[in-house]
């Protein structure tokens, strides 16, 4: 891709194959890793604080908000990442973030060295809905 310094896309490239306008450490200010870490796994659903905070626009930034939106139905760190484009690392900071702050609720995997077979069965199917 050719690099342009005004932000726009080069030549005949659209808007989606343009870097990132911003850089993950600007959306995660800084911070690298969670306060709590978060394995790939774990599952993750927008609470009633997170559906309010949808509804009060401006309330959320919008890496979250698009979190918020998709957690409606459950997805794992994982999916989020992969469906929203956005980097492991940076979803892993905001998850934090909006449990702490309770728009989402996480649910880790009781042995994070074997993942139960209900968790296995959820993750199977969030992958074959993408």
């Not at 306008?21 to 659903?45: F, K, M, N, S």
Request: aromatic share 2%; glycine share 6%.
């Amino acid at each position: 891709m050719a690099q342009d310094w005004s932000g726009s896309p080069a030549p005949g490239e659209s808007w989606d194959d343009a870097e990132p306008l911003v850089r993950p450490y600007a959306v995660t200010r800084g911070r690298t890793t969670p306060a709590v870490p978060l394995e790939l796994v774990a599952l993750v659903a927008t609470t009633d604080g997170g559906m309010a905070a949808i509804r009060r626009r401006g309330r959320l930034a919008p890496e979250e908000h698009d979190i918020a939106i998709l957690c409606m139905r459950i997805h794992s760190i994982a999916e989020i990442s992969a469906r929203l484009k956005l980097p492991l690392m940076v979803v892993r900071v905001l998850i934090d973030d909006m449990a702490r702050d309770g728009m989402v609720s996480v649910h880790r995997p009781e042995h994070p060295d074997r993942p139960s077979p209900e968790l296995l069965r959820r993750v199977l199917h969030g992958l074959t809905t993408l």
